[in-house]
């Protein structure tokens, strides 16, 4: 288990936040020795590490082609939207991508361009965060962005669609298709390193949060007292502190390279929004909402899973990480791949990994 430091890309260990708690280098030793990766079935092949270059979507493409569409008549939401239609073919498929905590669409960047050449991709801003409004008094939950979700696909993208999530993305993405009934809006799921919850409260016999959890209770409280929310907000969307801002996303990605200045725009700039700190202590402080363990058997249609087995923050000797690991013997809809050496991001820390196994999914999905 890595320093428990948030990066705005997963839903943030708030002792760390608040008691700047770390683990020792010798924990870090101990749960990689522990780690079995035998564990995953033959189905699920390990992905040997390696360079790669990837075209990425500039920044500014993103802002300037970006949509709004008002979900209820009342949110205004930030959609992009990017295909190739000289080169669809009957294999082609719709896809949306879902961010995680604190991240947007242009964590996407270095696949969209992949995915767009034969693919339709619509990438969305939960409600809360990029580009998307962050209402005042809003109350967030899992399953308020799940019906986002579900309520895009009917009224914007219209078909049949792929959902690709990562972290609190993923899980949004699964609990939209468990939700969908006979509406078939979902094609199928792509889980990029699933949380188990919007926050720390999602204890899944976790002892390690077990143990946490008189203290999770406490920094519900002070998070709600604006004056230290406040604090630690602008602590950590100072974009004069870039520096200490990479360092800590260095802790999240196996490929260190792939940290650069774009990456701490990302996570910093839509921080400075209005609406931005009540998202942020109203997502810290609410309840975690279902967990993907008692969701997933209610899934039937094809499930993707890849896995950074490098993520400390929801580590593949987690319960929810060993929950995923054991299900390709059991569910037959059900694929999962490990990425070696790649950590919580995977889309965005190691793309030519992600795209080596998602695109010939995304192919072979047509014949199922």
């Not at 005042?136 to 962005?145: I, L, N």
């Not at 701490?264 to 109203?282: K, M, Q, R, T, W």
Request: glycine share 8%; charged share 20%.
């Amino acid at each position: 288990m890595r320093a428990l430091t948030w990066t705005g890309l997963s839903p943030p260990p708030l002792p760390a936040m608040v008691a700047r708690m770390t683990t020792t280098s010798k924990m870090v030793a101990l749960r990689r020795m522990n780690l079995r990766k035998d564990r995953v079935c033959v189905r699920a092949t390990a992905v040997s590490s390696g360079g790669g270059v990837v075209e990425a979507v500039e920044l500014a493409e993103i802002g300037e082609k970006s949509k709004k569409w008002k979900w209820k008549g009342e949110y205004s939401i930030n959609y992009f939207v990017k295909s190739s239609p000289e080169e669809v073919t009957p294999a082609s498929q719709t896809v949306l991508l879902v961010h995680g905590f604190g991240a947007s669409i242009p964590h996407w960047r270095r696949n969209i361009n992949a995915l767009s050449k034969h693919h339709t991709v619509y990438a969305i801003d939960l409600l809360g965060f990029g580009a998307s409004e962050k209402p005042p008094g809003f109350s967030y939950t899992m399953e308020s962005w799940a019906e986002l979700i579900l309520n895009f696909l009917e009224e914007v993208v219209q078909k049949p669609t792929v959902l690709i999530g990562n972290s609190v993305g993923s899980l949004a993405c699964v609990i939209a298709a468990s939700e969908e009934s006979q509406r078939d809006l979902v094609r199928g799921l792509v889980l990029l390193n699933c949380a188990g919850g919007m926050n720390n409260k999602a204890v899944f016999d976790d002892w390690r949060i077990k143990l946490l959890m008189p203290l999770l209770l406490l920094i519900d409280f002070l998070l709600k007292q604006r004056g230290i929310a406040s604090a630690l907000f602008n602590r950590v969307k100072d974009r004069h502190d870039s520096e200490n801002l990479k360092n800590i996303l260095t802790n999240v990605y196996g490929n260190k390279d792939n940290v650069d200045d774009t990456l701490v725009e990302i996570i910093a700039g839509p921080a400075n929004s209005e609406g931005a700190l009540d998202a942020f202590v109203s997502i810290l402080t609410g309840p975690p909402g279902p967990n993907p363990i008692s969701l997933i058997p209610e899934i039937t249609k094809p499930v993707l899973v890849l896995w950074g087995d490098q993520d400390g923050l929801t580590p593949l000797d987690g319960p929810v990480g060993k929950y995923f690991t054991s299900l390709p013997g059991q569910l037959p809809n059900f694929n999962l791949y490990v990425l070696e050496g790649v950590g919580h991001c995977p889309q965005d820390d190691r793309p030519d990994l992600v795209h080596e196994r998602l695109l010939p999914w995304l192919a072979q999905l047509s014949s199922t």
